[in-house]
């Protein structure tokens, strides 16, 4: 029987042979060349830079052109999306990082608590870097490969920031989406006054040299690369071997108990509502179920329960 390392070579070939692409075929085209270059000239005018990656993958979610243009004393790392990974191995990766001289923080972007707690580690650094100034506005950027999370983080962000800060002017508000790509500009948003400080949410880059076929697996499994430039076939199949070999699988058992069970009235009419017109719509063989699984994945529930991707 394949593995889930078999599916993952599979897959990621076929990731791999995709970013190889030049224009629409492939993710890397003129748009994202300019707006890396954009962000890694903003690098020596900003005064901190919190590299966003997705915890589920610490190491293979990286923003590599960082790596050498950003001194350890600006450089953040920041886990997103800590609600889908094991959190004693997100716990692990956090002292890895600190261990390498970086500040790391673990966040949920949707969790109220673990923004707030990010505004203060991120007010108390500025306040170090800059020790000796009364007064100062200070920027900071936020920089990873795509649908990491940065929009939903800048979101949160602006609006607890501003809140607390008791200043009720219209608050901005950044695109969010499910699908990689969706930021296309650098936009500011403030997150503090007294002193002031912004954040500046950036474009998602991924670069099109993927280290190994294991990486790119990863990456698409958590969306990093457009669903629409890899074949969903592939991607559900290694889904599924990573759920089987996590014996997640025991949660689908009785999918639609399992959903009884753990969702409000409200959430679980919808969620069914959504999952039979989904499946009216796009099912045309009744004995395939991978476009169910891909649903699955999209919809990240967290009835499904976690799955982390990389060891350390
Ligand atoms: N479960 C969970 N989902 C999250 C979290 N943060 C973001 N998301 C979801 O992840 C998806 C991508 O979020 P975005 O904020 O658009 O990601 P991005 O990094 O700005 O993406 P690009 O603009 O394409 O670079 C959206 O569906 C978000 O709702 C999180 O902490 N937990
Ligand atoms: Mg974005």
Request: glycine share 6%; hydrophobic share 40%; proline share 3%.
């Amino acid at each position: 029987m394949a593995t889930a390392s078999s599916f993952a070579r599979r897959l990621g070939a076929a990731v791999r042979e995709v970013s190889l692409k030049k224009g629409a075929g492939g993710w890397y085209g003129p748009h994202m060349a300019a707006a890396e270059r954009a962000v890694l000239e903003r690098i020596p005018l900003v005064d901190l830079v919190v590299e966003v990656r997705d915890a589920r993958i610490p190491f293979t979610s990286a923003f590599e052109s960082l790596r050498q243009r950003v001194c350890s004393h600006k450089h953040m790392i920041l886990l997103n999306k800590v609600d889908l990974a094991n959190r004693s191995l997100t716990e692990k990766w956090m002292k890895h990082f600190e261990n390498q001289n970086r500040l790391c923080y673990g966040v949920n972007a949707h969790n109220k608590d673990n923004i707030k707690e990010l505004l203060s580690i991120v007010r108390a650094k500025i306040k170090e870097l800059k020790v000796g100034e009364s007064t100062y506005t200070a920027t900071v950027m936020l920089a990873g490969i795509p649908n990491v999370g940065k929009s939903a983080i800048t979101n949160s962000m602006h609006q607890i920031g501003r809140i607390s800060a008791a200043e009720k002017g219209k608050l901005k508000h950044a695109v969010v989406s499910p699908q990689p790509g969706e930021t296309k500009d650098i936009s500011s948003y403030k997150i503090a006054s007294h002193p002031n400080i912004y954040i500046l949410d950036t474009p998602g880059v991924l670069s099109p040299k993927i280290a190994d076929d294991d990486s790119a697996s990863k990456l698409a499994l958590t969306g990093t690369v457009k669903d629409s430039l890899v074949e969903e076939c592939k991607l559900a199949r290694y889904f599924l071997a990573v759920l089987n070999s996590s014996e997640e699988y025991k949660h689908w058992e009785n999918l639609k108990d399992a959903v009884d069970d753990t969702l409000s009235l409200n959430s679980r009419e919808k969620l069914m509502a959504g999952c039979h017109t989904d499946q009216k719509r796009r099912r045309q063989y009744s004995s395939d179920h991978t476009q169910d699984i891909t649903w699955l994945r999209k919809s990240q529930a967290s009835w499904l329960g976690i799955f982390c991707l990389q060891l350390i």
